[in-house]
């Protein structure tokens, strides 16, 4: 499921900037920012869940706003996927903001209201409502989000809902710093990337990352999701900056200074993203990578003594 929701959200940034150096760079920044999200959760099948919905909802956006097709396709499959989702994890409200965003979006960008998204947006709040609670259930985010706010003890007490800007960093004793600075450095370029292109964002693309940012802004267990949504994003607003000085620095017969330097870059990148990435993958193999961010387990298939009860239930069998 991790690896699924990474795979959609690369795609997803693929078709924006079909540039893997790019794409490669923001995903190692972004895994190692989410990798301490890597467990057997609930959550990852949200993450899954989200991508779908962004995925079929920036397609639609996209390909209604270049005027060669109708865009919004498949817009049915947004009650069906809602409707699973409030049935298997408590943040599925995240999925009726992604749903108003591009509802919101589209109302502002072509001033008029398009039925169909309307139709099954609306359609997609009502199936939330369709699971063993009722409209408790369906409200069921709305009274969690009373327990992790201000001074509540569950807020202050539990290590994944603390916000990241009141963490220690740098601080090896903790384990945090690589997640810390990756974080760091995705809050700031996704913004700054998003103010360089001001003219070329969709009003979609500040409403995803204003509420995602906030979101993970407020606790670490929201960073992954604030990556995924913000990835392609990042790799739209990198493409078009780089169009701008492509148009800007060619000249008949000899491309410019800066398009010149940034192809000859292109390889060098690519060598080193892959170099980062054997380096990466061999630490996390024989453990350095755990030993050196003090992480408490280790990578393999058994069930882990410090997490799970393990001999408690063996003694209990």
């Known amino acids: 499921f991790i690896l699924g929701a990474f795979l959609l959200a690369c795609r997803l940034a693929y078709s924006y900037s079909p540039s893997p150096v790019i794409i490669s760079l923001l995903i190692v920044i972004g895994a190692i920012a989410s990798e301490h999200r890597f467990s057997v959760r609930p959550e990852v099948v949200s993450w899954v869940l989200m991508m779908i919905l962004v995925t079929l909802l920036e397609h639609g956006a996209r390909t209604d706003s270049s005027g060669t097709d109708p865009g919004f396709k498949r817009l049915y499959l947004l009650p069906v996927i809602m409707l699973f989702w409030v049935n298997i994890q408590g943040i599925f409200i995240i999925g009726l903001g992604v749903i108003f965003c591009y509802i919101l979006d589209d109302l502002l960008r072509n001033r008029r209201i398009h039925k169909p998204l309307w139709l099954y947006g609306a359609g997609s709040l009502v199936a939330v409502f369709i699971n063993p609670y009722g409209w408790k259930g369906a409200l069921f985010p709305v009274i969690l989000s009373t327990r992790l706010s201000g001074e509540n003890r569950f807020a202050s007490s539990i290590g994944e809902f603390l916000s990241p800007w009141n963490m220690p960093f740098p601080d090896p004793d903790q384990?945090?710093?690589?997640?810390?600075?990756?974080?760091?450095?995705?809050?700031?370029?996704?913004?700054?990337?998003?103010?360089?292109?001001?003219?070329?964002?969709?009003?979609?693309?500040?409403?995803?990352?204003?509420?995602?940012?906030?979101?993970?802004?407020?606790?670490?267990?929201?960073?992954?999701?604030?990556?995924?949504?913000?990835?392609?994003?990042?790799?739209?607003?990198?493409?078009?900056?780089?169009?701008?000085?492509?148009?800007?620095?060619?000249?008949?017969?000899?491309?410019?200074?800066?398009i010149r330097i940034s192809t000859r870059m292109m390889a060098p990148g690519a060598a080193l993203v892959i170099v980062l990435g054997i380096i990466l993958n061999l630490s996390i193999l024989n453990s350095n990578w755990h030993r050196v961010t003090r992480k408490q387990w280790r990578p393999g298939f058994k069930l882990t003594n410090v997490f799970l009860p393990v001999k408690a239930a063996t003694f209990l069998t």
Not at 192 to 211: A, D, E, Q, S
Not at 221 to 240: E, K, W
Not at 244 to 251: A, D, G, I, P, V
Request: hydrophobic share 55%; net charge positive.
């Open 175 to 258: 384990g945090t710093w690589a997640m810390l600075l990756a974080y760091y450095i995705l809050a700031i370029l996704v913004p700054l990337l998003l103010l360089l292109t001001i003219r070329k964002r969709p009003i979609r693309h500040w409403l995803l990352t204003v509420m995602f940012g906030v979101l993970a802004a407020q606790a670490i267990r929201n960073i992954p999701v604030y990556f995924l949504v913000t990835l392609p994003v990042a790799a739209a607003a990198i493409q078009d900056i780089r169009c701008y000085f492509r148009l800007k620095q060619e000249s008949p017969g000899q491309p410019g200074f800066l």
